[in-house]
């Protein structure tokens, strides 16, 4: 078969990664998908530069419209990322009848029912498995590998950097403000970290697993979504004593009322899968009604790792790239005409379990005032925990069992108007998986 | 589109929790395939029984054969097992031009080339995600997920029994006959156990990942197999203190002079995702160039969990059924035409760490002599533990450098021939993954 033809938007790391991978192992890709898969055209910022990586063979444009309209282009592999300029041309591309391969999970998020409803009527693929979770195959473990199931909920380390920084947290005792500054000397957060930190990319990613699991469209502006940048040293390590640790995890889960949709900070029991993710690592964990747990575990970020999804995506297209859309996977796992209009939850509404920590003066009485306003919102106290008083003043951390988080946060209003109270009350989320 | 016709060879277990997910999930499943995929006739050994579970409507028969030539039949799901009437009518199913989906492993194990090499001429799919690792989506993963990369090496705990007994054995402090009557009792481990504890089952499985890993014709016959009955618990408390877990592996890796494919316990470091694979349940860690380490992890058998991975593959082939085979996945990833003939590597040859213990008598000059035959054999000792002595006996660990199979074994037979040596050197592998 003759080879197919991509260009390529991008040479950063990510387009410079593909671009080695495709080189580096062109005869063993070849010899999976039967043709080769060559790259005609590279649209980047800097053409001298970017010579010196693809030589003189393939030709090197500045505006990324000269490769989305090339003719002799097969697939456009988008690697800007962002939703402006990315944005014009994967729906160019579309329109011009091209395959779409994308890591860009922000425009996905953002746009990504547009995007799919525009190659649905043009009949192109868009494959998108390095916009979740790096090189981990997880798009297609829910797209394909599991469709025998009812999906009933998600839960994933799907954010790099803020996995380092909890790890730098809990195994060196840090400050967040010190581990990230670790993470950005290292090269685990960028300059600005602010999309990574505040749970921004982790809901990016959350959202179109979402779709994926449910069969629901692309809902980020409603997902809930909280980072790490508030917590303590002292609740990572609170956690710790308790048998849990505190992950950043995206969840999507199926409850009678509609779809929860939140990422948070999160204590797990220490001895799960989940907790055990190390470093900059990804983990996701589907729960499917047949097939019960399954993890996928390995690099949610880098240079060749996200090279591998880019490229596997492109074995997938090259294998496809003439079939009709009955022979291809759906965009989003489920068929484009039988998409459902489940409601996402509102976050007051969703159930977990909880972790408080209440700074209290230490006398008398203390713990039966708020030990009777948890019952009256219907709070029902798993386990409890006190420092020792030092200065007249201790923690006392509560374990909830399954609450509202409306409730919740009803219970804290009120616990925050006692007098013994010293400061805010610390809330987080338990989830046992 | 019109539905998929599924002829079901086999109601068992799998058979039966196949007709189920079917069943219960049908909405579900026809959201994702955007079509119906329905039973229409099943081969059982007792009809009566057959339709207490799937009623007047399906066609029942006692003949597999009856299943195989019903011209209605498009797919013929095989789930009887073994490898003389399941051979007869896979076969067969291929010759008819019918797609076939199969959770055996011993038959693609022993006859797997013969199986591909006939429907690739017919122009058929096989499938067999339930062949391997249950519910875990790992064939898709290797021959579509990672098609990027050239496979380094992948290690799986791919046999649930062994692991279970394992678990068991560890965390109980169990000699390996208690556990295994535990598991018996249990559920995890048949009447007859030896295909599973000896290794065999696992070896089937890991023959296949080979072949999707290195593009080579599957060679069972050629695996080196080592099961766990042998294993003593104190084996498995020394490798606990020295921050080790022993579990049973299935080894395949690409090396310079040819492929290792060997099955055994091994020492893995406890801190390691695969050391805290507990109970039943299955992962396999695949390695390839670009994605570096990733983990996939799930149930590795049970009714649902492996109806999963067969529904999954009916999903497949309901979307390419009437595709042609350059729109479909190859067999064993690579194209039949670009298979390999890289040699399996013998034993004697294969580079590993290793665990030695011997009991040898509390004498001067012990260590020295047994550490100069190391030497001469060119072993390097990485690490060394000794027990206190009792009744003027005492346990030697050795934990070695890399060293070559031959080497070690030639060590241990000199080691055997000191007269300090009261009984047979102890030797497991070693590997950090």
């Known amino acids: 078969m003759k080879p197919i033809k991509v260009g390529l938007l991008g040479l950063g790391v990510v387009g410079g990664g593909t671009w080695k991978v495709l080189n580096q192992n062109a005869d063993e890709i070849a010899r999976r998908a039967g043709r080769r898969i060559e790259v005609a055209a590279v649209a980047v910022r800097d053409v001298a530069k970017a010579k010196e990586l693809v030589g003189d063979h393939i030709h090197i444009t500045t505006d990324g419209m000269d490769v989305v309209l090339n003719p002799d282009i097969d697939v456009v592999v988008e690697l800007v990322g962002g939703d402006t300029l990315a944005k014009d041309w994967v729906m160019k591309a579309i329109e011009q009848g091209k395959h779409v391969v994308t890591a860009n999970k922000a425009l996905l998020a953002t746009h990504g029912n547009e995007v799919f409803a525009a190659a649905q009527k043009q009949n192109v693929m868009v494959a998108f498995e390095a916009a979740v979770a790096g090189g981990i195959p997880i798009i297609k473990a829910m797209r394909?590998?599991?469709?025998?199931?009812?999906?009933?909920?998600?839960?994933?380390?799907?954010?790099?950097?803020?996995?380092?920084?909890?790890?730098?947290?809990?195994?060196?005792?840090?400050?967040?403000?010190?581990?990230?500054?670790?993470?950005?000397?290292?090269?685990?957060?960028?300059?600005?970290?602010?999309?990574?930190?505040?749970?921004?990319?982790?809901?990016?990613?959350?959202?179109?697993?979402?779709?994926?699991?449910?069969?629901?469209?692309?809902?980020?502006?409603?997902?809930?979504?909280?980072g790490i940048t508030t917590l303590a040293a002292e609740d990572i390590a609170h956690a710790e004593r308790l048998g849990y640790t505190v992950k950043l995890l995206g969840i999507t889960r199926a409850r009678e009322q509609g779809i929860e949709l939140r990422v948070h900070p999160t204590l797990v029991p220490s001895e799960s899968m989940l907790a055990n993710?190390?470093?900059?690592?990804?983990?996701?964990?589907?729960?499917?009604?047949?097939?019960?747990?399954?993890?996928?575990?390995?690099?949610?970020?880098?240079?060749?790792?996200?090279?591998?999804?880019?490229?596997?995506?492109?074995?997938?297209?090259?294998?496809?790239?003439?079939?009709?859309?009955?022979?291809?996977?759906?965009?989003?796992?489920?068929?484009?005409?039988?998409?459902?209009?489940?409601?996402?939850?509102?976050?007051?509404?969703?159930?977990?379990?909880?972790?408080?920590?209440?700074?209290?003066?230490?006398?008398?009485?203390?713990?039966?005032?708020?030990?009777?306003?948890?019952?009256?919102?219907?709070?029902?106290?798993?386990?409890?925990?006190?420092?020792?008083?030092?200065?007249?003043?201790?923690?006392?951390?509560?374990?909830?069992?399954?609450?509202?988080?409306?409730?919740?946060?009803?219970?804290?209003?009120?616990?925050?108007?006692?007098?013994?109270?010293?400061?805010?009350?610390?809330?987080?989320?338990?989830?046992?998986?």
Chains 1, 2 share one sequence.
């Open 144 to 226: 394909e590998g599991l469709t025998a199931n009812r999906i009933q909920w998600v839960a994933g380390i799907i954010n790099g950097t803020t996995n380092f920084i909890l790890s730098e947290m809990r195994s060196q005792g840090l400050s967040f403000a010190d581990a990230l500054a670790d993470a950005q000397r290292l090269g685990y957060a960028e300059a600005d970290p602010t999309f990574d930190i505040e749970g921004v990319d982790a809901a990016h990613k959350l959202s179109l697993l979402s779709s994926l699991a449910f069969g629901v469209p692309v809902q980020f502006d409603k997902a809930h979504i909280e």
């Open 277 to 433: 993710v190390q470093g900059a690592m990804n983990a996701v964990m589907v729960h499917g009604d047949a097939v019960g747990s399954t993890v996928y575990y390995g690099a949610g970020a880098g240079e060749l790792p996200t090279a591998s999804a880019v490229v596997a995506d492109l074995v997938d297209v090259a294998r496809l790239v003439d079939a009709d859309h009955d022979h291809r996977v759906p965009y989003l796992a489920f068929q484009q005409n039988a998409m459902a209009d489940t409601p996402i939850m509102a976050m007051d509404d969703v159930q977990s379990a909880y972790y408080l920590r209440l700074r209290v003066e230490d006398r008398p009485g203390v713990l039966a005032d708020i030990a009777r306003i948890l019952a009256d919102t219907s709070i029902s106290i798993g386990s409890m925990f006190q420092e020792p008083a030092v200065n007249d003043e201790t923690d006392i951390i509560f374990l909830t069992h399954e609450a509202r988080e409306g409730d919740i946060l009803n219970a804290i209003l009120k616990i925050q108007t006692l007098d013994f109270v010293r400061s805010p009350v610390t809330r987080l989320r338990v989830e046992t998986l």
